[in-house]
Nanobody, 125 residues
């Protein structure tokens, strides 16, 4: 069983930055795929960014050039650096993990086995 704990959310103004962290209970992503997803009220959960075991990232079009996903293997921690935040980025952000690699369905939430509890990000104008 893998436990994921997110932190770093908050309320900011448009144009500001936040860094989210996801602490894993073990080296769960040594061979799998990890990602950040978000869910706004009344909307479906969507993939934001994923990273494979080799550190190769992938991003949703809506965040390319603004968000960066990376990980620190020594700390078993996944990060999401979010710059130039927009009001439409407001959502609950979730960290997710799966033992299979990212070669398919990397933005498909149904293919992830483990989830954190989420951290709220609110961006105001």
């Amino acid at each position: 069983q893998v436990q994921l704990v997110e932190s770093g959310g908050g309320s900011v103004q448009a144009g500001e930055s936040l860094r989210l962290s996801c602490a894993a209970s073990k080296s769960s992503y040594s061979s799998g795929c990890m990602g950040w997803f978000r869910q706004a009220p009344g909307k479906e959960r969507e993939g934001v960014a994923t990273i494979d075991s080799g550190g190769t990232p992938s991003y949703a079009d809506s965040v390319k050039g603004r968000f960066t996903i990376f990980k620190d293997n020594t700390k078993n921690t996944l990060y999401l650096q979010m710059n130039s935040l927009k009001p439409e980025d407001t959502a609950m952000y979730y960290c997710a993990d799966r033992p299979t690699d990212c070669s398919y369905g990397r933005m498909n939430m149904y293919l992830y086995n483990y989830w954190g509890q989420g951290t709220q990000v609110t961006v105001s104008t």
